[in-house]
């Protein structure tokens, strides 16, 4: 069900009816929420532009999309304002052999060594996980689904990818 039809059936319902202040309040709190999720995937976009770039133009054919189409034609146009900022503003006044820029090295790669939470959409076995500290023993774990987990990024990356485990 999308937005628009919650707020086409709420125009169905009276005026004066209790359920109506109900129901708008929690379409606000789902606009609210998906706001929210899609200003949260814009800062990671601005914030590791060149690299989200590189990761979608280097996925491999016939693997689904990292980024909607929405998102990638921000991301290029964000790339494209910077490198044009960097040149107006720093580069031209450089010594010419200063004066390029290499985006994937002078922006910082995402740390894939962060926790997060994860619920498990299909049965893993054998799940090698990293240990913390060097007094630690490594060891496996299996994920049962619909169980929820907290673990590093890099760990499950390929499971997400694959839409085994879904972040949370």
Do not use: W
């Not at 060594?113 to 007094?135: A, G, H, Y």
């Amino acid at each position: 069900m999308t937005l628009k039809t919650l707020e086409s059936n709420l125009q169905r319902v009276k005026t004066g009816d209790a359920k109506a202040s109900v129901h708008r309040m929690e379409i606000d709190r789902i606009r609210y929420v998906l706001s929210s999720y899609l200003r949260s995937r814009l800062l990671k976009i601005e914030k590791f532009f060149p690299h989200v770039l590189e990761k979608e133009r280097s996925r491999a054919e016939g693997q689904p999309p990292l980024l909607s189409p929405e998102e990638f034609a921000f991301a290029k146009e964000y790339y494209a304002s910077t490198e044009t900022y960097l040149k107006a503003v720093a580069l031209k006044r450089m010594p010419s052999n200063l004066q390029t820029v290499d985006m994937l090295k002078a922006v910082p790669e995402p740390c894939l060594d962060s926790f997060v939470f994860l619920r498990v959409k299909e049965r893993q076995e054998n799940i090698f996980v990293e240990p913390e500290t060097d007094d630690q023993r490594e060891y496996v774990v299996d994920l049962e689904e619909g169980s929820q987990h907290l673990m590093r990024y890099r760990t499950i990356a390929p499971l997400v990818s694959s839409g085994a485990v879904q972040l949370i």
